[in-house]
């Protein structure tokens, strides 16, 4: 009776000493698994963060093209006035010189 005991008591212990590698070994596999997570949290942090970042420099880019798209139309309003300065300029020294 005492061997059957030591026998079934020998069984129980392998079931646990089983049931604990079973349980070590999920612990790792939630533990990678929460590494993962982390990581792939982190990458998308990133992303989100690039992404603002992009955005950002396309509101720059966008508000400076139309700052410079005001620059030209001015620099073309003033290059007309002083084109029509300058002929009436020559259109006076004609007169003048005509008178002359």
């Known amino acids: 009776a005492q061997s059957a005991l030591v026998a079934e008591s020998a069984t129980y212990k392998a079931m646990l000493r089983g049931a604990e590698q079973q349980l070590s070994a999920s612990r790792q596999d939630h533990a990678r698994e929460r590494d993962t997570h982390a990581e ?31 620059a030209q139309r001015y620099a073309g309003e003033e290059s007309s006035r ?15 010189a005509e008178k002359l």
Request: glycine letters at 2%; aromatic letters at 0%.
């Open 82 to 96: 002083l084109n029509a300065e300058v002929r009436k300029e020559h259109a006076a020294a004609a007169l003048a």
């Open 40 to 70: 792939e949290a982190e990458r998308r942090a990133e992303a989100s963060e690039g992404l603002a970042a992009a955005r950002d420099r396309l509101a720059h880019v966008t508000a400076e093209a139309a700052s410079l798209r005001e």
